[in-house]
């Protein structure tokens, strides 16, 4: 999938500010090899090429050389906050081992033989940085790349008028659809002699039939129908029987399945709903296989009569295999509902006569938004932080409407990413790390951010924690997260949406979709995710060692970042000491019962000595690279990223 959009006015803005840092600068000036020199050639450097970012992210669509240049820009920016995390932790070592030597972390630089090591090191590395900035910086000019004034990349200061969580939302030009829907699932049905009934809804993607099926589910009229058993799955484009049974069961159940056949869950699912009457919701099914779908419905056979499936699906051809009753045609909004869509999130809580110049852009972008709520949402989501008629002028008449082999909703969810200020680029893009469907808990995704290190206090006062959740109720308002339609605690992300996250985090994030699927890329990836069974071994990870730049290894399972699952000392041992960048790493070795994260950059270095003697297990917590080596050399309970009194064990490997 090639590169999108990039996020490298984010990248520019954390570098900028930690070439500022005061601590850095002093440290740095103490060392010898004049890198301090060498640091403000990259800042000068740095604000040559950020300059022309803008017209290199528009013309990257269409021109596959400024495509490269940007591909080898983002690693570089890896590569260059990488090594200013090494002065951070270089410096944090120095200043604690000088107070137990009693000399002046100054003093500590010049007479320290790690120290001179160190310098040679540094040299060496920020030297190839600033080769390859200079190499950039030259080929910005054979491209033809200029400085276009005002830009997307200096939209930090950007805010949304409101950044609540919604906590309902409204539904628009579909009170008959849901009439009619209820109509099917609360009648009997007498075409069949089945115990229950498939109700297939079919409709565009972004139509809204995921929020049809959910009213439906939550209706007061379905509540009083009193099923015994209520059960809501995303099940994609992988026809998985034994990953969707499972799903079922741990709906229906709400704890986490430990069994590991397909006969095991069925035969549990026959169990909970023999002479049941049940309500089964299967959002956004693909699968055409009348085999598998035979296979996957037996244990339902069992309920009682009047049960009823609900399918949602894009493909007339996939509710004739499933389907039981003729399939509800989910029409497109109309042009009056479309626009009540867009006002709603343009101008909630305002008047949208405010803007009156909205009236003169409403049949563009009625017409832009083709019917679909998932575009009229988004859309009015990123014109809400515009209160001119020219800045609504330039997204309405932007040139990404007119890209080939593009549907009106693609241009609208890739304007609302370009649009993006430049502090959520870079973490809607980590989202790409989850797989699709994927649940995630609010608080879940703001830690990862602070770990990652995705979070700056540079310009304000407020804690990280809080800074992320402005930044998470920044995304839910302009309709990039959506609440679950399973858990209200939790998100997700449309398929469409996740598909955007996927293209533009390009090689950077990988999700291991199966055990024994292999990596095809290794140098640029940043981000590791996989699917966790109950123990891990290193032949999962082949390949990994050639990520160098890694920063992420992280197992997920249906229910959310999993701490049930455990890994062989061989990956401890062989795989895990090679990745010196990690910042967060969720796992446990496989004779040690407690979770553990590990968020540090440079964390193998710190705090093994060059060897893992140990496995390094904070029990339970999260910490961040600049806390790690501090925490781990004093031995005190400390307070981080929220969760108090966060204690750390070295955990001998026998």
Not at 335 to 343: A, I, K, L
């Amino acid at each position: 999938m090639a590169v999108g959009e990039l996020l490298l006015s984010a990248f520019f803005q954390v570098l900028f500010d930690r070439l500022a840092s005061r601590d850095l600068l002093n440290f740095v000036r103490q060392l010898q090899g004049g890198l301090d020199s060498e640091l403000k050639k990259w800042e000068n450097t740095l604000i040559m090429i950020q300059a022309v970012l803008c017209d290199a992210e528009e013309k990257q669509l269409t021109n596959k050389a400024v495509k490269i240049w940007l591909d080898d820009l983002r690693d570089l920016a890896y590569d260059a906050e990488d090594i200013l995390d090494e002065f951070a932790t270089e410096a944090l070592k120095h200043e604690s081992m000088a107070e137990n030597s009693n000399l002046s972390p100054a003093c500590f630089s010049y007479f320290n033989p790690s120290s001179l090591k160190f310098n040679i090191d540094m040299d060496s590395k920020i030297k190839s940085i600033t080769t390859r900035l200079d190499e950039i910086c030259a080929k910005r000019i054979v491209l033809g790349l200029q400085l276009i004034p005002g830009g997307t990349s200096n939209a930090w200061d950007r805010r949304l008028q409101s950044s609540r969580v919604p906590t309902e939302r409204a539904v628009y030009g579909r009170d008959e659809d849901k009439a009619r829907m209820l109509e099917m699932v609360l009648s009997d049905d007498p075409t069949t002699d089945a115990n229950f009934s498939v109700i297939p809804i079919v409709g565009m993607a972004g139509a809204g039939k995921t929020m049809l099926a959910r009213e439906v589910y939550n209706d007061r009229a379905v509540q009083n129908f009193k099923f015994d058993v209520k059960a809501w799955v995303s099940v994609s484009d992988d026809f998985d029987v034994l990953r969707i049974s499972r799903a079922l069961l741990e709906s229906i159940t709400s704890t986490n399945c430990d069994f590991k056949t397909l006969n095991e869950v069925q035969v549990k699912l026959r169990i909970i709903v023999d002479g049941k009457k049940f309500l089964l919701v299967l959002d956004d099914v693909w699968n055409e296989n009348y085999n598998l779908w035979e296979i996957l419905k037996a244990p339902f056979m069992a309920g009682a009569r009047n049960s009823k499936i609900i399918v949602t699906t894009c493909h007339s051809n996939v509710a004739s295999t499933m389907g039981s009753v003729e399939h509800y045609n989910l029409k497109l909004l109309s042009d009056e509902y479309c626009w009540s869509v867009f006002v709603k999130h343009a101008f909630e809580r305002r008047d949208a006569g405010a803007h009156q110049f909205s009236e003169l852009f409403r049949k563009k972008i009625v017409a832009k938004c083709g019917g679909l709520p998932l575009a009229a949402s988004p859309l009015g989501g990123l014109l809400r932080t515009r209160h001119t008629e020219d800045a609504w002028e330039e997204i309405v008449s932007s040139k990404m409407w007119d890209l080939p082999q593009q549907t009106d909703i693609l241009a609208v969810l890739r304007l609302s990413y370009h649009y993006l200020p430049s502090h959520l680029k870079r973490c809607f893009t980590y989202c790409a790390i989850f797989p699709k469907d994927y649940e995630f808990e609010k608080n879940e995704l703001v830690f990862l951010w602070m770990a990652e290190g995705m979070i700056q206090q540079s310009r304000t006062d407020k804690l990280l924690e809080d800074l992320g959740n402005e930044f998470f109720c920044d995304l839910l308002s302009r309709s990039l997260f959506q609440q679950s339609s399973r858990d209200v605690r939790k998100f997700v992300m449309h398929d469409l949406v996740h598909d955007l996250a996927q293209l533009v985090s390009g090689d950077t994030s990988f999700w291991l979709e199966e055990a024994n699927k292999q990596l095809r890329t290794f140098e640029r990836i940043r981000h590791f995710s996989y699917p966790c069974a109950w123990y891990e071994g290193k032949n999962k990870f082949h390949g990994l060692n050639k990520a160098p730049g890694l920063r992420t290894f992280l197992p997920l399972n249906a229910r959310g970042l999993s701490t049930r699952n455990y890994i062989t000392n061989m990956v401890l041992l062989d795989l895990l000491p090679k990745l010196k960048k990690l910042r967060v790493l969720l796992t446990q070795p496989c004779h040690h019962p407690h979770p553990g994260w590990i968020t540090s950059a440079e964390w193998y270095e710190q705090n093994t000595d060059n060897e893992l003697s140990h496995a390094i297990i904070p029990i339970p917590g999260w910490i961040t690279s600049a806390e790690w080596y501090e925490q781990n050399t004093d031995n005190e309970p400390s307070t981080n990223m929220g969760r108090p009194e966060t204690y750390t064990e070295r955990i001998p490997i026998p």
